[in-house]
């Protein structure tokens, strides 16, 4: 299904609060000064629903000084990511993320950022990932076993826990102890809420002075530096040369290109980018699969399987993304005047483009609300619009591990089906959309053997 020629829109106001300027622009105020604001804190993905309701290619809001804008169409999506790319760029949405892990990928910009793309993208080559396949699946057969003992388990943290253990494997060749792997994912937990202010103007200053907030965060960035600090440490020791990202970053410092404050940046952002996700998305889709016992049974069989990989399981990652894609949106910021789908944007707007929107959209999607991973057959995904589907975003910012968490997907899901079936314990807990889409709480399932 491709998007439908006309934009829906109305030539009416679609209630008070909503304005309709041109077809392919859709204006939301609200109905008092920062009401919208309020709602983005308390709901985001709801602001966006309402935000983009009007099939507009196009849609904003006014916060504060600036625009806020919204794409709502795989067109406007691709022009945002691919056309204007050196109009629209990544902007100061990763403030915080680069004060509490330093400098690295996730924040680099211009000719750092091209760089560092080159130096790292062979560390993530198919060959070197294909090697990495089997002891993936290794790590999610004794997590069955273990489950199979406990007969109930929190996916939202196995999965992460789980995530952030293959990342520091398959990224640094090392073995996170209990410990480390705590300080990690504790000290990111007690950052989390100091995200809120990405949105802040004041946020610089902020962080500079000794509020308890920021305290909180030196403390959590301090123990995470402490434990990339010990991870470095033990591997420039041991003067390996593998082939693995640390391997490239150790290369590229002892060449001059990096400080040692640099390598660390660029390493733990690589496992914060690397575990968060990935978990996110795997907690989603063993919640699906719990929730269609029957899409369990057929990755179990390998029904879809004809070229021997883990093509069920693929599909069934791919719908979980769909409906609750793990990095529910990134975000530009225009650095010049320029246009999108026809649309007049000002300097210093900030566009979002969130694939939790396009996933939804019905004119993309027949019946979103269904779990339906047979859309992701590849006939059917032949038929899509490329950028109606973009858990992974695209262009020069689009995600460098992209085939490690598709095989990371297909390994641990395929892997889980064959040794054991999930079943709900209760309601799923509900979605919190922060530095990631992730569940508000623990989602309990209940394991038994197959
Ligand atoms: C299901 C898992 C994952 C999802 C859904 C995901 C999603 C994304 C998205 C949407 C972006 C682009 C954001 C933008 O356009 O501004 C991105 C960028 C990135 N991702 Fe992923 N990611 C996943 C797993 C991973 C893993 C496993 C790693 C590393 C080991 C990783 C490393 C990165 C890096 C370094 C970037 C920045 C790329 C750049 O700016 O050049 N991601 N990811």
């Known amino acids: 299904m491709g998007r439908a020629a006309a934009p829906r829109f109305s030539p009416e106001p679609m209630t008070d609060d909503r304005v309709i300027e041109r077809p392919d622009l859709f204006t939301l105020r609200g109905r008092y000064p920062g009401e919208l604001l309020l709602a983005f804190r308390r709901d985001p993905l709801a602001l966006l629903d309402r935000l983009t309701a009007s099939g507009a290619h196009v849609a904003r809001l006014r916060a504060g000084p600036r625009w806020v804008a919204a794409v709502g169409s795989p067109e406007a999506a691709r022009e945002l990511l691919v056309e204007r790319e050196t109009d629209l760029v990544r902007g100061r949405a990763l403030v915080m993320t680069e004060f509490l892990l330093g400098d690295g990928l996730l924040t680099d910009s211009g000719e750092a950022h091209r760089e560092a793309r080159r130096r790292l993208a062979p560390a993530f080559s198919r060959q070197r990932l294909d090697a990495l396949g089997a002891r993936i699946a290794s790590r999610a057969n004794a997590l069955a076993e273990e489950w199979i003992a406990r007969g109930r388990v929190d996916a939202e943290w196995e999965m992460r826990r789980l995530s952030l253990h293959i990342a520091a494997d398959v990224l640094f060749g090392y073995s996170l102890a209990s410990g480390e792997r705590n300080a990690i994912l504790g000290a990111l937990d007690a950052a989390l809420p100091l995200f809120g202010r990405t949105f802040n ?61 640099a390598t660390r940046g660029q390493a733990l952002q690589l496992l914060a980018a690397g575990h968060e996700t990935t978990g996110a998305g795997l907690a989603f889709a063993l919640d699906d699969l719990a929730r269609h016992p029957e899409w369990q049974e057929r990755i179990a069989s390998g029904a879809d399987d004809t070229t021997g990989g883990g093509e069920t399981a693929r599909r069934v990652f791919a719908e979980s993304m769909r409906h609750r894609p793990p990095a529910w949106v990134a975000s530009r910021e225009a650095v010049r005047d320029t246009t999108l789908a026809g649309v007049p944007l000002a300097r210093g707007t900030v566009v979002l483009m969130s694939p939790w929107v396009l996933g939804r959209e019905p004119r993309l999607w027949r019946d979103p609300a269904r779990f339906d991973p047979d859309r992701f057959a590849l006939e059917a995904t032949a038929e899509r619009h490329r950028f109606a589907y973009l858990p992974f975003s695209a262009g020069r910012h689009g995600c460098l591990a992209e085939r490690l968490a598709w095989m990371e997907g297909e390994q641990v899901l395929s892997a889980l089906m064959a040794r054991i079936r999930l079943a709900p314990v209760s309601p799923f807990p509900g979605l919190a959309a922060r530095t990631t889409l992730r569940p508000s709480g623990p989602v309990w399932l209940d394991v038994r053997t197959t």
Do not use: F, Y
Request: hydrophobic share 35%; no cysteine; glycine share 8%.
């Open 201 to 261: 103007p004041l946020a610089d200053i902020l962080n500079r002075l000794p509020t308890p907030g920021t305290r909180r965060l030196l403390r959590a960035r301090a123990r995470l530096w402490r434990t990339t600090d010990a991870i470095l440490h033990a591997r420039r020791q041991r003067r390996d040369e593998r082939g693995d990202v640390l391997g490239h970053l150790l290369a590229w410092e002892r060449e001059g290109g990096l400080s040692p404050e």
